[in-house]
């Protein structure tokens, strides 16, 4: 009697499957990675400028804020398509659409960052002599990053999850395994690649978070402090008194 092969049988879970597309999965992951940390960079370095401008006022605030509110609102092949004649079918084209994605989340969180830090630190900055560009890098920056890595997170779960869209020009990651797999039907690569990009968001999303805890040393020992201190009783006059 022959043996039972999960391949023939096109299971769900199958680890001939992984042990026989070992390379294949490998390169599509690679791919995956590489498109997700590029478009995050690009619009993080995007991101700061355009929050700087926004809070310069309200005058230009607003359509900043509008923009990258509009984008977001763009359905992905529709931002693909429009690309497409500037970019051709590369993977510049999937880079592109992702860091227009990406400024919603990033863009708000720097501001969001810059607008925490306290008036009298800034206050206190330029009674020493600091300069707008030093305060900036220096002070502002430093203080901000809470809120700014925080934005990177969510923009980086995002974006794993948009990357698999780019199987559309073939430029998609894990997404160009799952697109014909779901075609064909084929359950095991589904699966297989699916887990893959849940895997790879969960990792990317525990590795920005202890960064954002290394970078970030005083915001645990505000809470250290904060959990460590004990409840003091408020006194309550007698009556009378």
């Known amino acids: 009697m022959d043996k039972p092969n999960c391949l023939v049988d096109n299971d769900w879970f199958c680890w001939e499957y992984v042990t026989s597309r070992s390379r294949e999965l490998t390169d599509a992951t690679v791919q995956h990675v590489w498109i997700t940390a590029v478009s995050v960079l690009i619009g993080l370095a995007v991101s700061v400028p355009l929050a700087l401008l926004a809070r310069r006022g309200r005058r230009w605030a607003a359509p900043v804020l509008g923009l990258t509110t509009l984008l977001y609102t763009v359905p992905s092949l529709a931002m693909f398509s429009l690309l497409l004649p500037f970019f051709g079918l590369s993977a510049a084209l999937v880079v592109t659409g992702l ?102 968001a969960l990792v990317a999303d525990l590795l920005l978070l202890g960064l954002q805890r290394l970078l970030t040393p005083w915001t645990r020992a505000g809470r250290v402090r904060k959990a460590a201190a004990p409840d003091v009783p408020v006194p309550v006059p007698a009556e009378g008194a």
């Open 99 to 200: 860091v227009l994605y990406s400024l919603t989340i990033l863009v708000r969180n720097v501001m969001a960052g810059l607008e925490a830090v306290p008036q009298e630190v800034r206050e206190a900055a330029l009674g020493m002599g600091y300069g707008p560009g030093r305060l900036l890098w220096q002070v502002e920056l430093p203080l901000a990053l809470p809120a700014l890595l925080a934005g990177v997170r969510i923009a980086t779960v995002s974006t794993v999850a948009l990357t698999t869209v780019g199987s559309i020009v073939g430029k998609g990651g894990l997404g160009n395994l799952i697109a014909p797999a779901v075609n064909s039907s084929f359950k095991a690569q589904v699966l297989t690649a699916s887990v893959l990009c849940v895997l790879l």
